[in-house]
């Protein structure tokens, strides 16, 4: 899902959730951030593409008593880091009753953003206090949220507040006041369709994480649980490539606080931003001579169209032979964000189509499976230049799923839980 600047105001200018317009409907997250823009929560989203292409989220067997439905969905977040650090919480988003953006006190309570400048302000502190190593938090949060919830080791995050509303922390940027803060978030939507959770990996990899919903019949998904020692495992192996090396990002006191990706990775002068080019343009130049064959939605097998490529643009046809879609070739960067030249509408033709090259490309398959959405876990991250980060990410993850880039929902890749009539939810901190 995307959530990146919080405004306060009333309804946000084309206000979205998850692609459709805020209110009620049954999204799909899809994570992507634009911190520093002051845009409101909104993500392209369509019907889920394609089958998975691993199992789905950890499920386990029914407990002894069902919870009880409450008024406000309780968040439990465990901490089993094994870290000393004082931990922070905030719960940041949108009522989508109200078109209101603001935070959330640990009882539930809802508080719109007001204040600001022309000049970022410092924001009010909103944080609530978090467990230590070995306990628990339980905070409740309406049933009528989007947004993310956000968890800081040691010192407390710094937000801004301006006119248009508040400036989430990025990190990757020059001068930004939480970069030597460890941190990370969840992103969430909870509305009378039920919840979806998430762990996100688009812009950074920093905490581990395990999220998990139990829903009224007992049943408890999870997912996002690392295997033993992954999140070193991820640092070591970015640290390993010459390429990404200069993404894993270390503190003074030699904590290592995130490991970025690779676009944000690229903004901030740490890799080269035309690392896939000659990757890109291999896989966009292997049609010119063969067709690539799109087929978006899993309810609609027989939609489908049929890519060629004549110089630097793609161009889609549907059965009748008309002409659909087209794109000129992406650069790195359009890749890395999923946007630019694969920018995804929020519609049923060219939107899908973008996810899928996108997502193609993210994952090396585009220019070797000529049928896409395609391919298992071990097709994907093929070759040299490839995505080490996403690769490194799914790897180190016990199912294999994580958000590691914008569109990681192709295919069902992506480390999320839903359920229809939510009754607890959970964050739990793995070790590290």
Known sequence: MTFGFVGSGAQPVNCKLNGAPCGDSAPVPVPTTVPASPTAPATPAVPATSAPATSGPVTTSAPATIPPREALLPVTVTNKTGRGDAVHLYVLGVNLDTGKLGYVDRAGRFTAWSGGGAVPLAAPDVSIPGPATGASTTIRVPRNLSGRLYFSFGRKLDFRLTRDGLVQPAPWAAGDPNHDILFDWSEFTVNSSGLWLNSSQVDMFAVPHTVSVTGGSGTTSSTGTPVANGRQRVIDAIK?????????????????????????????????????????????????????????????????????????????????????????????????????????????????????????????????????????????????????????????????????????????????????????????????
């Open 240 to 432: 390993a490539s010459p390429d990404f090396a200069r993404s894993v990002v270390t503190r003074s006191d030699g904590t290592v606080l995130r490991v970025l990706a690779p676009g944000k990775a690229a903004d901030a002068g740490l890799m080269s931003p035309t690392y896939l080019d000659p990757y890109i343009a291999t896989a966009w130049n292997a049609y010119t001579g063969r067709t690539l064959t799109v087929t978006p939605f899993t309810d609609r097998p027989t939609v489908r169209y049929l890519g060629r490529t004549s110089g630097n643009v793609m161009s889609f046809t549907d059965p009748a032979g008309r002409v659909v879609a087209s794109f000129t070739r992406p650069s790195t960067a359009d890749v890395w964000g999923c946007d630019g030249a694969l920018g995804a509408p929020n519609d049923q033709v060219v939107g899908p189509i973008a996810r899928t090259l996108c997502a193609a490309l993210q994952r090396s398959t585009l220019g070797r499976i000529d049928t896409q959405p395609a391919g298992r876990a071990a097709d994907f991250y093929q070759g040299n230049p490839a995505n080490l980060y996403a690769k490194a990410v799914h790897a180190a993850m016990l199912d294999g799923k994580a958000y590691a880039f914008a569109f990681d929902d192709v295919l069902n890749q992506e480390s999320l839980v839903h359920d229809g009539d939510p009754r607890t939810a959970a964050i739990t901190f793995t070790p590290f």
